[in-house]
């Protein structure tokens, strides 16, 4: 249970998680390294589209800098449950903030060669810095009372939201035919941001490593999920509300290209943040009694109905009601499963934890949007959002069935491998 029965009467407020000793300071830090994040794959894309002439060897780095960046989150978190955020982010975030300035000198002209580009690509993305799940461990420790804590997840994941839409924007305004330099820019920005977040207070100048479990065990096992029934379902969850989303931005553009109304897709796209910041303010400000695991699932239902719904639209604008009324539940789904990734582990692995959540939504959402990719042109579009709807919605049904007893074990085993 999230809510604490020795919780005052009135809900602290968005302002009381600020004023929290450290946290501003801390959560600003983070927000500039993660502003990075918003711009970086835009400029990068541009810049090596310009310094090749050619989309497809764009389109083909930005999927291995993506890849990289995405599935080997958990492995560098648990770096940073092993060793501390002040011994691994400063030189992750170089080497990070060093092969994008690299990228950026490569791209600055023409002519650059796309083998060097992608493999230049490869390393960025194995050394992002996870900030993000950083930051959310930090959360944990600055604001231990799960109510509060549940407010700074949220005001977390919507400032967050907010930054991916800043980033691009930021490369369009700043830096207008010279996408390399957004790059650098975005180099800056992380390797700063990072810096900045170490020397906070609320970052443990010695971080303590949990004993080995046995003779030979290392400190700060890696996270393994099939044995964490509650954050298994978290990741399932988070997955499948990727999957909708990556499918829906490419029905988006479908269906406003359909009507011939192909500008109109950035206001829809604009409606599902605007509707994920709202949503997300407003979960995160209400005292809750449901368990977690009940708010999981009913938010993921939630998001799904809206989504299939939203294919019966008869016009765009009807189309961005309904993508707004999706985005309500977007930011509650990762809130809960971000509390629920918290209080499913020990301290020692709060960042994996965090990360697998985070790996989960990013993977789903690639996944989405390459199976959608396959069935746009082949199947009705309203057939199209029924099936980008279909593992969110799916997901809930499986997991509100009632669970049964079982015999010692059989929870190890599991229905799957989770991960």
Not at 320 to 333: D, Q, R
Request: aromatic share 6%; hydrophobic share 55%.
């Amino acid at each position: 249970m999230l809510t604490s029965p020795s919780a005052p009467s009135r809900a602290p407020s968005y302002a009381t998680v600020l004023r929290t000793p450290h946290a501003l300071r801390t959560f600003g830090a983070a927000l500039l390294g993660r502003l990075s994040y918003g711009m970086v794959p835009l400029a990068l894309l541009l810049a090596i589209k310009d310094a090749t002439g050619s989309y497809s060897v764009a389109g083909g780095a930005m999927a291995l800098f993506g890849a990289a960046s995405v599935f080997l989150s958990p492995a560098r978190a648990a770096l940073i449950d092993r060793y501390g955020p002040r011994r691994v982010l400063p030189p992750m975030a170089g080497l990070y903030a060093a092969v994008l300035g690299v990228l950026a000198l490569v791209t600055w002209r023409p002519g650059a060669p796309p083998l060097a580009l992608e493999a230049l690509a490869v390393a960025a993305g194995v050394c992002t810095p996870p900030l993000g799940p950083v930051m959310r461990t930090l959360w944990s420790g600055l604001v231990p009372d799960r109510e509060l804590l549940q407010r700074a997840y949220s005001l977390d994941g919507v400032a967050e939201e907010l930054l991916y839409v800043t980033g691009p924007l930021l490369v369009g305004l700043i830096v207008p035919g010279r996408p390399a330099a957004g790059v650098l820019a975005g180099a800056v920005l992380v390797f700063v941001g990072a810096l900045a977040l170490v020397s906070s207070p609320a970052v443990p100048r010695k971080h303590a490593s949990p004993a080995p479990a046995s003779a030979g065990t290392p400190a700060a096992p890696r996270l393994r999920l099939h044995g964490i029934p509650a954050l298994r379902r978290a990741v399932l969850v988070t997955a499948a509300v990727g999957l909708c989303l990556g499918a829906l931005e490419l029905l988006v553009v479908a269906f406003t290209e359909q009507r011939g109304q192909a500008a109109a897709v950035s206001w829809v796209l604009a409606a599902l943040s605007a509707g994920s910041a709202a949503g997300g303010l407003a979960y995160g400000a209400v005292r809750w009694n449901a368990p977690s695991r009940v708010r999981l699932v009913v938010a993921a239902a939630g998001m799904g109905a809206a989504l299939m719904a939203a294919g019966l639209s008869p016009r765009v604008y009807v189309l961005a009601a309904f993508v707004a009324v999706a985005g309500l539940f977007v930011a509650p789904v990762l809130t809960t499963a971000y509390l629920i990734a918290d209080e499913s582990v020990d301290a020692a692995r709060r960042t994996q934890a965090g990360a697998w959540v985070n790996t989960a939504f990013n993977a789903g959402a690639s996944g989405g949007t390459a199976a959608v990719g396959l069935l746009v042109g082949r199947l009705p579009l309203a057939l199209c959002f029924a099936l980008a709807a279909a593992p969110a919605l799916l997901c809930a049904a499986a997991l509100v069935r009632p669970r049964r007893p079982r015999r010692a074990g059989a929870e190890a085993r599991g229905r799957g491998s989770g991960a």
